[in-house]
């Protein structure tokens, strides 16, 4: 009997880690059921991503998008319930840790079907954080944890919650498969700026948390130093995520760097490759960095990738930080990258395969 499984996908991050998984879920004769759940509901933070990654039809798309937090919630778990029951899958799948991911896991444990979290175990121990329980509640409920690194695992074996019926399976990061999947495949659009601009050194720049967006004083003191940054150190080109975008016309906040509109995953690799260094709240980006050998600085007071800070590939820019973006700049770009690779082989969504077809047999 063919393994059924229902897969919840909502946020940008979701699209590109569930690339991989989907293509080696075909190939292997899994049969997969995607949701949308219209967490991201902008054309250029969602349909760009189907596109561009060859993503499978939604089996349904929800409408969610804009909703508060519980409100979104509560509506994706209403409308996930019959679609369950219509679908009767083995499992329900769930990425990461957005309000889809917790949503998703809530469905399913409802309607008593094993949920699978890929990307399970991180923490940033940010209690400020949505994001921070999202994923330890999906932990909680899930099943099948997949983990991309050891420290990942040490916190669910720190924390104690598991039973009997849960298992921790260490993959890597299916971020890594898609990297070494579509980066040949980057490219430059015009809605980017003139491809000259990005002949010299300047810094990618993304800023869309919501610990950073919505509290005015924060969003000034973060726009405030990429500016200075691009003032007194190198050149800093930002696509301007939705959100922040309203946020900061709502505050007035002055942008002395380069914007541009959102832009799709090829063009953000494309990006990366060109930089010198990258400058963002992004888990995902913070990785992406590392896995295309460039610098990264967040602009976080902690992050859920300990590894990569670890190893000194990251640094954090704290909120109230003295010390100027440029400086912290300078300092990154004078040291070499390390070449560990705390994240596996970039056989992340195979492994989860073959594990699920093992389950299976």
Known sequence: ????????????????KSAPVSR?????????????????????????????????????????????RDAMIDKIVADLCPIITEVAPQYVLVFGDTNSTLAGALAA?????????????????NDEMPEEWNR????????????????ADQN?????????HQR?????????????????????????????WFQKPFALATLHRMENVKHPERLKERISSLNELHLHGIPVWMPLHPSTR?????????????TSPPVGYLEMLWAIQQCAIVITDSGGLQKEAYFLGKHCITLRN?????????????????????????????????????EETPYGRGDAASQIAQFLLEQGS
């Not at 009997?1 to 590109?16: E, Y």
């Not at 890597?172 to 000259?196: C, I, N, W, Y």
Request: proline content about 7%; charged content about 20%.
């Open 1 to 16: 009997m063919s393994i059924r499984i229902l897969t919840i996908v909502g946020a940008r991050p979701q699209f590109i």
């Open 24 to 68: 080696v879920f075909k190939n292997a004769g899994i049969q997969e059921f995607v949701i949308h759940t219209g967490q991201h509901y902008d054309p250029e933070m969602s349909a760009v991503f189907f596109e561009e990654l060859d993503l499978p039809k939604p089996y349904a798309v929800l409408e969610c998008g804009g909703l508060q």
């Open 109 to 125: 444990e409802k309607q008593g079907v094993p949920i699978i979290h890929v990307e399970a175990g991180l923490r940033s121990f």
């Open 136 to 151: 330890i509640q999906t932990d909680e409920f899930s099943h099948i944890l997949f983990t991309p690194s050891s420290a």
């Open 156 to 164: 669910i074996e720190d924390e104690g919650f598991l039973s009997p």
């Open 168 to 196: 921790v399976v260490n993959v890597g990061d299916t971020m890594f498969d898609a990297v070494q999947m579509f980066s040949p495949f980057a490219r430059h659009r015009k809605a980017m700026g003139a491809l000259e």
């Open 246 to 258: 309203n946020e900061v016309e709502k505050e007035g906040v002055e942008i002395a760097f380069n």
């Open 302 to 338: 902690e992050t859920e990738w300990v590894e990569l800070v670890d190893i000194a590939a990251n640094v954090l820019h704290p909120l109230g930080s003295t010390e100027p973006l440029s400086q912290k700049v300078r300092s990154m770009l004078n040291q070499p990258l390390p």
